[in-house]
């Protein structure tokens, strides 16, 4: 059965900063993969999505994620941090062939000064 | 465009009471999913309905909970008898088209969510 794992509850990171955010899948097939971002209190904004082709997949908001099939992965990365990205983050993956979305746990940022 | 509209943003219920959350999808969307998010866990998947189908419940709870799309008019998560255990956050989302085989976005477009409290 697919699922996701996010083995990163809650990560801090200094403003300016680099930023990487794990996802690890587990699936038969060539998966279908996105990465949201959850403000407080709000509802779920895709930030980026892999199908397939090139492997690292550039995003909104100055996010990347590579794809690493060897590795299972799909980690989400910027290169420079600023406050406004504080929030919650969630890998998913595609369930067969109905389009519900199977989540991970999710990984709290906080962004300090 | 407007975007997936959900209300009640915020409901709040006490045990034994029903509960019905709304989710009209975008324009031109006719394929809805719901998922609960419980404090501190993802979004779990409910359902998906197409209109006046459902064409998977299996994240569905077997009793109390039911969901509907009509023809004409939002969908609807209808929980009866509420028990404090139901208290989350509710998401519907909408997508276009039914995804197989080929797929074209994948994309899942989520409402700011409806936040059930069952005193």
């Known amino acids: 059965a697919q699922s996701v794992t996010q083995p990163d509850i809650h990560i801090t990171v200094s403003e300016g900063a680099s930023l990487e955010l794990r996802c690890n899948y587990s699936y038969g097939a060539t998966p279908y993969l996105f990465w949201y971002v959850q403000s407080p209190g709000q509802g779920l904004q895709l930030l980026l999505k892999?199908?397939?082709?090139?492997?690292l997949v550039q995003g909104i908001k100055g996010f990347e994620a590579e794809f690493k099939r060897s590795q299972s992965s799909f980690n989400l990365r910027k290169p420079s941090v600023h406050w406004s990205d504080a929030a919650e983050y969630f890998c998913?993956?595609?369930?067969?062939?109905?389009?519900?979305?199977?989540f991970g746990k999710g990984t709290k940022l906080s962004v300090k000064p | 465009n407007a975007g997936v509209m959900q209300n009640p943003r915020h409901l709040v219920r006490r045990r034994g009471q029903e509960a019905r959350l709304r989710c009209s999808p975008m324009k031109g969307h006719s394929h809805v999913y719901w998922y609960r998010q419980l404090p501190e866990e993802g979004l779990k998947f409910m359902v998906y309905l197409q209109k006046e189908n459902i064409i998977d419940e299996s994240g569905m709870p077997k009793e109390r909970f039911s969901a509907e799309f009509p023809k004409e008019g939002p969908s609807i998560l209808r929980i009866q008898q509420v028990v404090r255990g139901d208290s989350a956050a509710y998401f519907c989302?909408?997508?276009?088209?039914?995804?197989?085989?080929?797929?074209?976005?994948?994309?899942?477009?989520f409402g700011e969510g409806s936040r059930l409290t069952v005193l």
């Open positions: 998913a993956v595609v369930r067969g062939s109905q389009g519900n979305l199977i």
């Open positions: 892999y199908f397939s082709g090139d492997t």
């Open positions: 989302a909408s997508s276009p088209r039914r995804m197989r085989g080929q797929w074209d976005t994948g994309e899942l477009f």
